[in-house]
């Protein structure tokens, strides 16, 4: 296993910073100060490093849309909220290895001219804050981070914020309103964070991935990162994997590496010899699999593009032949009625409502017409919502249905159409319908589905 | 400038105008619940969603900047579109109450307009009502509003109002997802004295107003445009009423004057005309007299008190008379009393008039019509105090006072004092007032006038821009307009027959004043109170205060 981001991470007293520096902390942040700022930007484009929090834009270019008329200041804000269902691996890096972190931040705020950094972290990574609080002053303390940053001419301070957790403040511009103090509303684009972001001037921001990424990319050298992964996708990523496998966990993984064999060999397999049935690759934001089309992909963006997924934050979720899917899928779509923020009226009203559906599906008191219901809805919200977090929840409920509609169908109250007086305005429906809830959830294997015995 | 083509019409804007905007100039409807026209923009509430050519997805109008070439197409226009903000709607409704039967927003409620229309709404309902969330339904915010919190569509202007507009921040939401709720700063009663306007802007039953509450079906009520008599603003207002009573005063657009807002002591002001009685008939000297009789005794009175006497007449207009009784007051007391003292103030007006009392619109002048008086040829002179002091040194004959209790506040003591003193003093006195008022009890002749909103005229604010209010409802009694009754002195002055109709009156002020000059009476209406949209009044109420 390729090892560029996590080389020294499992190193005892990785983080303290008289041990870090010994293997070659900071050590990208001082060559960036000896170049010039597009210098910098141009190496990180060159090194194709796109975003681990989700989307994958392009960091280079991210970096290279600043332009700071005079007067503004620019902000780089770490996003450090980690809340995707499935993803661990940004709390892994800043655990273990903060002065990783704390280098990428502070080339990051280099490459666009930025003097004030913020990692926002997520509010349950409370023992987390510590660790980073702890090496950030060590580090400033060091000369390394603050005025006059390795004894250059640039200066940085980088504060430690913490959420309250919510999901909807990993969502950039939900993130910036909530650093400002703010009920985090996300804000409407254009305009961007790039021209109008936090405190309404220009800011990135990245995710922590992302940034320690770039921290090596700066140690290593662009090159090293290209000659690893594929044309589009280059360098590493860290999987983290849950769910049905042996050893749950974090790993770094060449880009391109095949999926199944990362199932088999890193995860360690599926227990007792269960069967694979699917896998969320990416955070539950993005579309299920079912085993066979998971079979031919690597870990990369651009073959998980072609299953019509994607690799989202890496936080994948495995499940097997004994899993309910409609209960998944319930878990997931309360996450998102939870989470919704509550702003925009189609994510508002169409999570809560999907997930209402849902329930009375698994309680047996499902309507004809329920699973169309729940694909219309998802419809409705696509597409018209302020943020991310919409779409997102239509990509599971979509999927799950789409894939495994049998176990779906079995929920819903046969054929009948009632008339409307029957379903609308009489109160709640007590009556169940259906099959009974057990034995209807209890799921047969997909007919046809390869025997993956991993 | 950007020329932007909507559902297939052209319209050439200013850069940095808002599809919507386009749309409202061009009359197209779009439809809207967190868009307002004097709130910045935030796009939550995605009913505006509209298709423009090139864009995968529809956009919101409201917060997309139009571009040259832009060719939108609205719900009216494209299916897409249509299928969009149907879906938008439908999701507005999963978790409505739907009280229209007993919400007092029905009839003008945004909500309920766009379900009626084939293009946004009409949906069957998928929802039954046991499956609802439920919030709030009735939440004390103190003297002025009400909250059901679970006809709240979370459009936000209510936030919006109250953090940008006035400042007072005191409206929020609390909670996630479809438990979102507004709530006010620690659950206190709302301070802003502006607060009467959050029935205004919610465009649904969420916001309600106390004192309109429960009182009458909307669309029971007749509507008169008018302007806010309770300070030297003018703020442009519509009078709604039912059977000759005002049941509400709510505000029209004019950016120019007053936005979308009128001040919650203005929107009240109506209430004051109830609070001392009104004076139902023509008085001499404690008798009830008929009009006929008393308009020659009083003209006949006041000259032998003056002429006879070789004193001269004291005449105070106060300046909440309208342009047209102001003219016919100077006119009556120049032509009939060859040695006059011409006044207006009661007390600091002409220091006042533009003097803020706060940040949005109110002012410290409560006289409406200051600015006209001085137009109008009356000057700052020596005002009542030094009518007084006249009256005090014996050198005045008669007193003839044209006086209004202010809708907003009281007249200090001090002036009240200065009124009865004055009144004691003179041996002759005419007062053409709306109440009985303890500090007028000593006039020898008491006339009534209509009060504010019971005549039409023109007031000129303190921009010096010439607004027209129209007659609302009826006065009691005998009571009659005051440019009337100055008609009435006029001719016994053998003054001749005097124009005493309004817009008669203001054709001859616009002939013979320079300030008024080119002013026409029948464009002032649609001059002012810019409607919004400009062109044609939007049908359905979405801007929360045109109503049906
Ligand atoms: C609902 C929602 C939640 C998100 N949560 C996170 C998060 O927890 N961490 C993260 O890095 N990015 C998150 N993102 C993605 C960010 O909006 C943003 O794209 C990312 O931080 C950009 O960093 P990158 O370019 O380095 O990927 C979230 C996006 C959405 C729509
Ligand atoms: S999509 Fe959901 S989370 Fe995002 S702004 Fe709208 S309501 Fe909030
Ligand atoms: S807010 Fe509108 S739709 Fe809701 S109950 Fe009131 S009138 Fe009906
Ligand atoms: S109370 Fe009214 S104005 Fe305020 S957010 Fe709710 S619907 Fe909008
Ligand atoms: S989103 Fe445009 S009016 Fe609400």
């Known amino acids: ?454 | 400038m950007p020329i932007v083509t909507i559902d297939g019409r052209q319209i050439e804007v200013e850069p940095g105008t808002s599809v919507i905007q386009a749309a409202d100039l061009l009359g197209v409807e779009i439809p809207r619940f967190c868009y307002h026209p004097d709130l910045e923009p935030e796009g939550n509430c995605r009913m505006c969603l509209v298709d423009v050519e090139g864009f995968p997805k529809p956009v919101v109008a409201c917060a997309t900047p139009v571009v040259d070439g832009m060719v939108v197409k609205t719900p009216h226009a494209s299916p897409l579109a249509s299928r969009a903000v149907k879906g938008v709607l439908e999701f507005l409704l999963v978790n409505h109450p739907i009280d229209c039967p007993i919400c007092d927003k029905a009839g003008e409620c945004s909500l309920q307009d766009f379900y009626m229309h084939p293009d946004y709404g009409q949906h069957p309902s998928q929802v039954n009502p046991g499956e609802k969330v439920h919030k709030r339904k009735r939440v004390d915010l103190g003297p002025r509003i009400v909250l059901d919190a679970e006809r709240c569509v979370m459009c936000s202007r209510c936030v919006r109002f109250s953090e940008n507009v006035t400042g007072y921040k005191e409206l929020q939401f609390i909670r996630r997802g479809n438990h979102v709720e507004l709530v006010s700063f620690q659950e206190r009663a709302l301070q802003d004295p502006y607060a009467g306007n959050f029935a205004d802007i919610c465009p649904v039953g969420a916001l309600l107003s106390r004192d309109f509450r429960f009182k009458r079906r909307v669309w029971k009520l007749d509507y008169t445009d008018s302007i806010c008599a309770g300070c030297s603003t003018g703020c442009n207002l519509r009078i709604d009423h039912f059977d000759g009573r005002i049941e509400r005063l709510i505000p029209r657009r004019n950016p120019d004057v007053n936005r979308s807002w009128l001040c919650d002591e203005g929107r009240l002001s109506y209430k004051t005309l109830d609070v001392a009685p009104r004076v139902k008939h023509p008085q001499q000297d404690g008798e009830e007299a008929d009009w006929v009789e008393v308009a020659a005794a009083a003209d006949s009175r006041l000259r032998s008190a003056t002429l006879g006497r070789e004193l001269p007449l004291g005449a105070l207009a106060s300046a909440s008379g309208t342009n047209e009784t102001l003219w016919l007051f100077r006119r009556y007391v120049e032509a009939a009393f060859p040695q006059h003292l011409l006044e207006f103030r009661l007390a600091r007006e002409t220091e006042a008039v533009r003097e803020r009392q706060d940040k949005l619109l109110r002012r410290v002048d409560k006289h409406p019509n200051t600015m006209g008086a001085l137009h109008l040829g009356f000057t700052a002179g020596m005002g009542l105090e030094g009518l007084v002091d006249e009256a005090e040194a014996g050198r005045l004959g008669a007193l003839l006072l044209l006086y209004y209790p202010p809708l907003v506040g009281e007249d200090s003591e001090e002036t009240k004092e200065r009124i009865v003193r004055l009144l004691q003093l003179v041996p002759e006195s005419v007062v053409l007032t709306t109440h009985h008022l303890p500090y007028l009890a000593a006039a020898k002749i008491l006339l009534p006038v209509a009060a504010w909103s019971e005549e039409e005229g023109t007031y000129t604010n303190y921009q010096g821009t010439v607004q027209h209010a129209s007659r609302a409802v009826a006065s009691p009694s005998a009571a009659r307009p005051a440019a009337e009754v100055i008609g009435d002195l006029m001719r016994h002055a053998t003054y001749g027959r005097p124009e005493t109709e309004p817009g008669r009156v203001f054709a001859e002020i616009a002939d013979r004043v320079p300030a008024f000059r080119g002013l026409r009476y029948n464009e002032l209406a649609s001059r002012l109170a810019t409607a919004y949209p400009p062109e044609g009044r939007m049908p359905y109420g979405q801007d929360g205060f045109t109503g049906r």
């Open chain 1, 1 to 454: 296993m390729p090892d560029f981001l996590t080389r020294h991470i499992k190193d005892p007293g990785q983080r303290k910073l008289a041990t870090a520096v010994q293997k070659g902390a900071y050590e990208g942040l001082r060559r960036a100060l000896t170049m010039s700022r597009q210098e910098v930007v141009a190496e990180i484009d060159a090194s194709g490093l796109r975003g681990r929090g989700g989307a994958g834009f392009p960091t280079g270019r991210k970096w290279s849309f600043i332009h700071a008329r005079e007067g503004q200041s620019v902000y780089l804000l770490c996003n450090a909220d980690e809340s995707e269902p499935g993803t661990f691996k940004d709390h892994y890096l800043m655990a273990f290895d903060p002065h990783l972190v704390l280098e990428g931040v502070a080339i990051g705020a280099y490459a666009i001219g930025a003097h004030q950094a913020y990692i926002y972290l997520r509010g349950e990574y409370a023992s987390v804050a510590a660790t980073l609080g702890e090496a950030l002053s060590e580090a400033t303390d060091a000369g390394i981070l603050g005025p006059n940053c390795l004894g250059s001419d640039f200066d940085l301070r980088i504060a430690l914020q913490l959420g309250a957790g919510a999901y909807i403040c990993g969502e950039e511009t939900g993130l910036i309103q909530s650093l400002e103090g703010k009920r985090a509303y996300p804000r409407v684009r254009p305009p961007f964070p790039a021209v109008h972001g936090f405190l309404r001037e220009p800011t990135v921001v990245n995710n922590v991935e992302t940034l320690a990424s770039a921290a090596r990319i700066m140690a290593e050298g662009a090159e090293a990162y290209t000659k690893l992964g594929t044309k589009q996708s280059a360098g590493t990523k860290l999987i983290s994997v849950s769910g049905a496998v042996e050893r749950p966990g974090i790993y770094e993984v060449e880009m391109g590496y095949p999926l199944m064999e990362f199932l088999a060999h890193e995860a360690g397999g599926i227990p007792l010899g269960r069967r694979l049935k699917g896998i969320i690759p990416g955070g539950t934001s993005v579309p299920i699999l079912t085993a066979d089309e998971a079979a031919p992909l690597t870990i990369d963006y651009e073959s998980m593009q072609s299953a019509g997924t994607m690799l989202g934050s890496g936080g994948m979720i495995v499940f097997d032949e004994d899993t309910r899917m409609p209960h998944a899928l319930l878990r997931i779509a309360e996450f998102y009625a939870h989470e919704s923020c509550g702003e925009c009226t189609p994510c508002r009203e169409g999570t809560g409502w999907m997930a209402w559906v849902l329930r009375r599906l698994l309680a047996g008191e499902g309507r004809p017409g329920d699973l169309e219901l729940l694909l219309r809805v998802g419809d409705n919200i696509e597409g018209r919502t302020i943020c991310g977090l919409g779409d997102a929840s239509v990509q599971p409920v979509r999927s799950f249905i789409q894939k495994f509609r049998p176990e779906f169908e079995a929920l819903e109250p046969a054929g009948m159409d009632w008339p409307a007086w029957q379903i609308h305005g009489h109160g709640p429906r007590t009556g169940r319908f259906g099959p009974p809830v057990e034995e209807a959830a209890r799921s047969q294997p997909v007919e046809g589905s390869p025997d993956y015995v991993l």
